[in-house]
């Protein structure tokens, strides 16, 4: 770690770099999220669709594989599949995580430019000092801000041996709130299983 050099603008710098290295770490967790829902919701997505088109082909050969409703079964699921995948393309947890990808990027690049400034003694100095303050305060701008669970996962990770224990009870509440939106996709990947149960029992009983 560079030498802080005795003037005003070391407090600053070394403000700096502590908020910008805080903030990459909380933008950094925010990009995984993102990229694994992105993930997660696709997979959802996916596995929806090919099961209600095995089951439609299912219904062609075996008109009452799903009961007397099985037609309006796989309307409506082909119904739900398509607003599923609005609102998921909507969401845009691909490019989302993307953005902040680079943000997280840059955003570490100001923090170690910090960092390696608090020890430059050049007559350009002050003027690097505020330059980074304002690339710092502009990536901040330039997408869209980490959640306070990204925020909370960062100051856990680097106060585990000094929390309270109410400390620590309000972060395992606020993860397991956010672990169960996290676990949405995967939880319904249970109706595409429930689908094939029926088609899988036909075909493999007629083998």
Known sequence: MAESLPDAL???LERLEKRSYTTYLCRLNASRRLSHANTAWNLALVSLSTSTAIASVGLLAKRDMYGVGGDALMVSLSILSLVASLVVSGAGYG???RAMEENYKRIQQISVAAENLKGYAGPDRQDKGEKLQ???EVAVASTENHTSRDFHKVQSSSQDGTRSKTKRLHDLAVSAA???VTLLPY???????LILIPFSTWFFNGI
């Open 134 to 136: 304002w690339e710092y």
């Open 178 to 180: 956010y672990s169960s």
């Open 10 to 12: 070391s407090p600053m």
């Open 95 to 97: 490019t989302r995580a």
């Open 187 to 193: 939880a319904s990947l249970v109706v595409p299983i």
